[in-house]
């Protein structure tokens, strides 16, 4: 079973900055995609970022040039840098794991907990 440990989020100002850090765990042997999506109050699950294993990456359009997503693939870690923080941004935060191998099994897709961040004054 893959397992994640989320940290980082909590209460941000407008204009300013939050690391959010996600590690997988489980006998991994690969993973083909990591990345983060949000979900605000009434809304929909989107898409924040996501990078593969080789580095590519994509962003939402509502956070180019200011969220980094970056990622250790030793350590089965993705990290979000958030910068300019807007209080648009205020939403639980998952991690997000595609095409997961491990030892016994292959996940096609896996979520964290969630982590909540608050963009506010």
């Known amino acids: 079973q893959v397992q994640f440990v989320q940290s980082g989020g909590g209460l941000g100002q407008p204009g300013g900055s939050l690391r959010l850090s996600c590690a997988a765990s489980?006998?991994?042997?690969?993973?083909?995609?990591m990345g983060w999506y949000r979900q605000a109050p009434g809304k929909q699950r989107e898409l924040v970022a996501e990078i593969t294993s080789g580095g590519s990456s994509n962003y939402a359009d509502s956070v180019k040039g200011r969220f980094t997503i970056s990622r250790d693939n030793a350590k089965n870690t993705v990290y979000l840098q958030m910068n300019s923080l807007k209080p648009e941004d205020t939403a639980v935060y998952y991690c997000n794991a595609k095409n997961v191998r491990t030892a016994i099994h292959r996940y096609l897709e896996a979520w964290g907990q969630g982590t909540l961040v608050t963009v506010s004054s």
């Open positions: 489980g006998s991994i042997f690969s993973i083909a995609a």
